[in-house]
């Protein structure tokens, strides 16, 4: 079977298209024909080996996210039959419960393989039922960036209905949590250097939109938004370094800066004596476990919520469809179709 793998060296350049014996399913186990995959940040970390001993060992396939059909099932398998569609989990260790170093240890695309082959074998506990009415390319968006939004929003931050939000950037997790902070009843804000790319996130639902291009101390027009409730319930913090001080200054007292993403720089100056005397809650978020994913399923399910997919390419092309990710077009999750193919 084809696979993409990372051998010989962590670069780019060591990223290859490979052959790989069919995998057969032990007791317990599901082998999944792939049929998409999709893309985020993470997947142009890991064939430098960003994330240090944690990225895993050569030769790796990469890609987290993926969505295919079970086409055979081992021994002793009750969670699904074959025929089923399927999404792999992110981390195939953690179900349900509190996080652990070795819940985080089992993530796909690195440490373990990931589901850039034509052909995946995993655990039953590692992979979900999804809905009919969503596309191979909107069901393989979800298990990263769907997962991490919903965990935030509906998760850790508790959104209710009339809570302000404020979501930075239109990135694939922004706009997941977008969609989710809508469902929940929030009033939204969106931010953007782009103004083409507001009034696309107004056209999805956000209620105010803000570019901080323009108006660099973004924090100020958000007060006057969210001066109802004395400053934002939520922020969806993905910039990092560049915005978390601009965070602060409009989040309200016993708010949620929920902490996804460092796009700017891992080294902010903090104004701690405000963090401290109006309770800011800073919440990292990395991802979900099982239990959150079929939640935010049913809740999809319910409302009919659609990703916004953006460019798709071919299984041969997954070097383009990283560099359309590192420099995106557009607006978009990033999707590989896997087309037929004999292995």
């Known amino acids: 079977m084809r696979v993409f793998q990372i051998d010989g060296g962590w670069s780019f350049d060591h990223l290859v298209l490979a052959e790989r014996p069919e995998p057969v399913p032990q007791a317990g186990q599901v082998l999944i024909r792939m049929r998409a995959a999709a893309l985020n940040a993470r997947d142009l970390i890991?064939?430098?080996?960003?994330?240090?001993?944690?990225?895993?060992?050569?030769?790796?396939?990469?890609?987290?996210?993926?969505?295919?059909?079970?086409?055979?099932?081992g021994p002793g398998v009750t969670r699904v039959k074959v025929g089923d569609r399927v999404c792999p989990t992110y981390f195939q260790g953690?179900?349900?419960?509190?996080?652990?170093?070795?819940?985080?240890?089992?993530?796909?695309?690195?440490?373990?393989?990931?589901?850039?082959?034509?052909?995946?074998?995993?655990?039953?506990?590692?992979?979900?039922?999804?809905?009919?009415?969503?596309?191979?390319?909107?069901?393989?968006?979800?298990?990263?960036?769907?997962?991490?939004?919903?965990?935030?929003?509906?998760?850790?931050?508790?959104?209710r209905p009339g809570d302000h939000v404020l979501i930075q950037g239109t990135?694939?997790?922004?706009?997941?949590a977008l969609a989710f902070a809508k469902l929940h009843g929030a009033h939204v804000t969106v931010i953007s250097s782009s103004?083409?790319?507001?009034?696309?996130?107004?056209?999805?639902?956000?209620?105010?939109?803000?570019?901080?291009?323009?108006?660099?101390e973004w924090s100020r027009p958000g007060r006057e938004i969210a001066a109802g409730r004395g400053g934002y319930d939520t922020i969806i913090e993905l910039g990092g370094e560049a915005t978390l001080g601009q965070s602060i200054k409009c989040i309200r007292v016993g708010g949620t800066i929920?902490?996804?993403?460092?796009?700017?720089?891992?080294?902010?100056?903090?104004?701690?004596?405000?963090?401290?005397?109006?309770?800011?809650?800073?919440?990292?978020?990395?991802?979900?476990?099982?239990?959150?994913?079929?939640?935010?399923?049913?809740?999809?399910?319910?409302?009919?919520?659609?990703?916004v997919i953006g460019k798709v390419f071919a299984f041969a092309?997954?070097?383009?469809?990283?560099?359309?990710?590192?420099?995106?077009?557009?607006?978009?999750?990033?999707?590989?179709?896997?087309?037929?193919?004999?292995?």
Not at 46 to 73: K, M, Q, W
Not at 171 to 176: D, E, H, S, T
Not at 195 to 216: E, V
Request: net charge negative; with cysteine.
């Open 46 to 73: 890991v064939p430098l080996r960003g994330y240090g001993r944690a990225t895993g060992e050569l030769p790796l396939i990469p890609v987290s996210d993926g969505v295919g059909t079970v086409i055979a099932t």
């Open 94 to 159: 953690w179900i349900a419960g509190e996080p652990s170093a070795e819940r985080f240890a089992t993530a796909l695309g690195g440490p373990l393989d990931g589901v850039m082959a034509d052909l995946v074998c995993l655990s039953e506990e590692g992979v979900v039922r999804v809905p009919d009415y969503l596309t191979d390319e909107e069901a393989a968006t979800l298990p990263c960036a769907g997962l991490t939004a919903w965990s935030a929003v509906a998760g850790l931050a508790a959104t």
């Open 171 to 176: 990135g694939g997790v922004a706009l997941f």
């Open 195 to 216: 103004d083409a790319k507001l009034d696309r996130a107004k056209a999805l639902g956000a209620d105010a939109t803000i570019n901080y291009q323009t108006m660099p």
């Open 258 to 307: 929920a902490l996804i993403g460092v796009l700017s720089g891992l080294a902010p100056t903090l104004p701690l004596g405000a963090i401290v005397t109006r309770q800011v809650r800073l919440q990292g978020v990395t991802v979900g476990h099982r239990d959150g994913f079929e939640a935010m399923l049913r809740a999809m399910a319910l409302h009919e919520v659609r990703p």
């Open 317 to 343: 092309e997954l070097k383009a469809a990283l560099d359309e990710t590192a420099r995106p077009s557009g607006i978009g999750k990033t999707v590989i179709r896997f087309e037929a193919h004999e292995s």
